[in-house]
């Protein structure tokens, strides 16, 4: 059973994922909420493809950046991404499924510190994402 900050967690996700258009083109689906944390997955399309016959790495970007995002609102204080960076490990394809998992450094009054896994169906990282956040002082719900 979720404890009160955790149900609050999932509450501020569903909210911003209701209003998250990207999110939802992307196809991303909520596996796992905890407070400071998220866990999210989708199921690369063809029309992701770049020029070169893979996946564009925005797609890895976007779906860390969403991970990111869920993670660091999700104690119901408006966060915005200060600073984001991601490493791309290996290729991503069509059909692969892939998951984002954020996980909270740090937790300050002002910002906040997170390292997104983001890992295809053979449990393969493929990319490594970190995000810096700055903590405003308005709620989302």
Same mark, same amino acid.
């Given at each position: 059973m979720q404890n009160e900050k955790? @149900?609050?967690?999932? +509450?501020?996700v569903s909210h911003m994922m209701q209003?998250?258009?990207?999110?939802?083109? *992307?196809?991303?689906e909520? *596996? +796992?909420? @905890? +407070?400071g944390y998220s866990k999210i997955q989708m199921?690369? =399309? @063809?029309?992701? $493809?770049?020029?070169?016959? $893979?996946v564009h790495g925005g797609i890895a970007f976007s779906l860390g950046d969403s991970a990111f995002a869920f993670?660091?609102?999700? =104690?119901?204080v408006l966060s915005v991404a200060l600073d984001t960076a991601i490493n791309f490990i290996k290729p991503v394809h069509v059909g692969d499924v892939l998951t984002a998992e954020a996980k909270e450094l740090h937790n300050g009054k002002?910002?906040? *510190?997170?390292?997104?896994? $983001?890992?295809?169906?053979?449990e393969h990282v493929v990319a490594v994402f @970190?995000?810096?956040c700055f903590r405003t002082n308005k709620s989302l719900l």
């Amino acid at each position: 059973m979720q404890n009160e900050k955790d @149900k609050q967690a999932t +509450e501020v996700v569903s909210h911003m994922m209701q209003n998250d258009l990207f999110s939802q083109w *992307l196809g991303i689906e909520v *596996l +796992e909420v @905890k +407070e400071g944390y998220s866990k999210i997955q989708m199921t690369v =399309r @063809k029309e992701m $493809i770049n020029g070169f016959g $893979i996946v564009h790495g925005g797609i890895a970007f976007s779906l860390g950046d969403s991970a990111f995002a869920f993670a660091c609102n999700n =104690r119901n204080v408006l966060s915005v991404a200060l600073d984001t960076a991601i490493n791309f490990i290996k290729p991503v394809h069509v059909g692969d499924v892939l998951t984002a998992e954020a996980k909270e450094l740090h937790n300050g009054k002002s910002t906040g *510190l997170y390292h997104i896994t $983001i890992t295809n169906q053979k449990e393969h990282v493929v990319a490594v994402f @970190k995000g810096t956040c700055f903590r405003t002082n308005k709620s989302l719900l």
